[in-house]
DNA sequence: GTACCCCTCACTAAAATTAGGTATGCTGAG
DNA sequence: CTCAGCATACCTAATTTTAGTGAGGGGTAC
């Protein structure tokens, strides 16, 4: 039994190596072709594939709009996303909405046929670039914390929701030391609101 | 210029090999082997490798430990992790710690050298099956969002750090509005303030 | 020792947020 | 049609947050 494959991008040519290149594995089945995403569900519908080879930049009906319609409708068949850049944000909006992996178009017609056989085996596929990127949204990212330890204290638990009164509560501090922390916090981050501060915490020093 | 690989396995019989597998490969040249992390930055100043082949399971000192040493000493070292389980916990620890991949010991060969290529050339690699877990800490943030779309649009502002008045600005809506969604997204969250609210944001809806 | 930062606390007053009520028009579901 | 939910808008009042000024003690660096 082999593995129906599902091939959308707006380029012909592509379109044709890429099938081309399945059919000489006897492994993968060719089970279709689109220019774009506009007809999906009633692609999925027709030739129900085990894997969807999805371009990402594709006119009217992009990738991304693809495997999301893709992803509610027919939560069991994997979408690979391809693409020619390696767009960061383009990047973890797939991996969000449930791609099982996200190869570059330079990857070798080899890699490529792997990242099939190895997303249909329940797997997922990174190019090695796109997996830096992602490990690198692991790691450490250490901003500058212009705050003292006390005053980070207090944002941590002002981000988690607490009133003023409750930190001071929390922290066994009185109201009025509580105040004087959040100026200066409000000072150091360059803020004049609750609704600023909890953000640059979110943004820059949370986890 | 060959790239330089450091071993680190407690089995000899899987350091031989690994040993005879770069020997048949031109573009590797094996560094040397250690039978655990013990002497690992004296390792690093003695034979200089391009990457590190790091078993996770050694006893004493062991790949973990090993990892965090040369990252913290010798950064530019890449270092690929490679065991025979693949636990989740140990994984977010070593891409956190900065491993360059996480491969499995059943992988190929040609696989294991395949990956040892692309660490060196700047890339991250995992094993399909790992790739998946990565991923999959990036999919469970689809909580319910009870609100509505105009009183998600009013608390997102209010997350990056807009007063009323601004949001109201932004909008196009009179403060009063903006009041009356803000009271609504109180109701709905159960919150009653605006850093509970903004710290729901961050943690079920953002992203 | 002096200067600087941190942590603590107090008082005051302005500004913003929270909370209550009420109201209109629109839309979609039953 | 009726009801519910949504988006819009206004008013009032209580509460909380923001901002200013001042101050004592502890620690450290120069």
Request: hydrophobic share 40%; proline share 4%.
């Amino acid at each position: 039994m082999s593995i129906k494959v599902f091939i959308y991008d707006d380029n012909e040519a592509r379109r044709d190596s890429l099938k081309a290149l399945m059919e000489l594995s006897p492994e993968l089945q060719y089970a279709g072709e689109g220019i774009n995403c506009l007809n999906v569900i009633a692609d999925m519908q027709t030739y129900f594939p085990d894997v969807v080879l999805m371009d990402i930049n594709m006119p009217d009906a992009d990738g991304i709009v693809g495997l999301k319609s893709i992803k509610k409708e027919f939560p069991h068949i994997k979408v690979l996303m391809q693409t020619v850049f390696d767009d960061t944000d383009k990047i973890f909006e797939c991996i969000r909405n449930g791609a099982s992996g996200y190869i570059l178009k330079k990857d070798s017609p080899q890699r490529i046929l792997q990242a099939i056989q190895e997303v249909y085996d329940g797997g997922a596929v990174m190019n090695p670039g796109i997996a830096l990127k992602v490990l690198g949204y692991f790691q450490p990212q250490k901003k500058e914390n212009p705050l003292s330890g006390r005053e980070t204290q207090v944002l941590e638990l002002l981000a988690e929701g607490l009133s003023y009164k409750m930190v001071a509560d929390k922290l066994f501090l009185s109201f009025n030391t509580v105040n004087t922390h959040i100026k200066h916090i409000h000072e150091k981050l360059h803020v004049s609101s609750l609704g600023e501060a909890i953000a640059f915490y979110y943004k820059n020093l949370h986890q």
